[in-house]
């Protein structure tokens, strides 16, 4: 289909958007997933009780993606090999933020050196709360022995243990802006105030869910148009995107990944240009008791490093 990007939403649906053939890069790194996403974190194990290792260092380290979003489609995943002056290993991989301080901690019993092994970061921490946005870096090192952790094996050894992790990704996909003083939270409407931030973009633009959840509501409202509403995870927010130029894939009861697509910026229901309609609703949630909250800062802060 020339002059359009066709972008793969669940299995079988395409979203065919005006546009250049060339591909669109998704909002840091959470890519423009087409499929089922990515496994489930890696199990954090246990000490070994007796641990033994040998003088370790590192034949390779690569962490990918260089960014990440808590509940995304894409986990930090690190692919390591060791050596070591004995053939098996007791070893532990820890997660450090910027100050050094471990946030988590992964235990493996008789790693073999010389043999590439995985282990992948779901983003919580040792006490299973989500981990804070920031720059993170992966430490190999024995278990339990007062032995320094491991190196590169070699001055030109090539070694990737850093990345970015973030809890949301910005919603729109595209170049965009915050409109004038009538598009904020607040603004005076006729018989009520706004309850949200309008985020002016081209129709067709992909819209990505900040954070990822459980789907509320995806239907049709004449004021709304198109709108999806999502209970966000391991937050007390929960998200809604108006205005969208066709009905979302996403269907109710649905688990949605943070920076998956859920649908294409229009300007459907009560609506006189293209933009996103976006509201956060305080716990316990969306027309359940809880009340909207201004959502432009959490906007430009994600929008900051997205």
Request: with cysteine; hydrophobic share 35%; proline share 7%.
């Amino acid at each position: 289909m020339a002059g359009k990007i066709c972008i793969a939403v669940g299995l079988v649906l395409l979203l065919c958007l005006p546009g250049s053939a060339a591909a669109t890069t998704a909002t840091g790194g959470a890519g423009t997933p087409g499929a089922a996403p990515s496994a489930k974190g890696s199990p954090a194990g246990t000490p070994s009780p007796a641990p033994s290792a040998g003088v370790l260092s590192l034949l390779a380290a690569k962490t990918t993606p260089r960014k990440s979003f808590y509940f995304g489609y894409r986990y930090p995943l690190l692919s390591y090999t060791i050596g070591s002056s004995q053939p098996l290993n007791d070893i532990q991989i820890d997660v450090l933020d910027t100050a050094g301080a471990v946030v988590k901690t992964f235990y493996r019993e008789d790693v073999a050196a010389d043999v590439e092994n995985k282990v992948r970061w779901d983003g919580t921490t040792n006490e299973g709360r989500p981990a804070r946005n920031g720059r993170y870096s992966f430490r190999i090192s024995p278990q339990g022995i007062a032995a320094p952790a491991a190196r590169k094996a070699t001055s030109s050894t090539a070694l990737s243990l850093g990345f970015a992790f973030y809890g949301y990704a910005f919603p729109i996909m595209g170049a965009h802006n915050y409109g004038s003083g009538g598009s904020g939270f607040g603004a005076a409407r006729s018989g009520h105030t706004h309850q949200g931030q309008d985020v002016m973009s081209a129709c067709g633009v992909p819209l990505l869910a900040a954070r990822g959840g459980t789907v509320q509501v995806s239907t049709w409202d004449d004021a709304a148009g198109n709108y999806v509403v999502i209970d966000g995870k391991g937050t007390e927010y929960d998200f809604m995107y108006a205005h969208m130029a066709e009905p979302s894939p996403l269907r109710v009861g649905e688990t949605v990944r943070t920076g998956q697509p859920i649908g294409v910026v229009g300007t459907t229901g009560s609506s006189s240009a293209c933009h996103l309609h976006f509201e956060m609703w305080s716990a316990p949630g969306w027309y359940e008791g809880g009340s909207p909250i201004d959502p432009l800062g959490y906007l430009q802060k994600w929008d900051a490093y997205s």
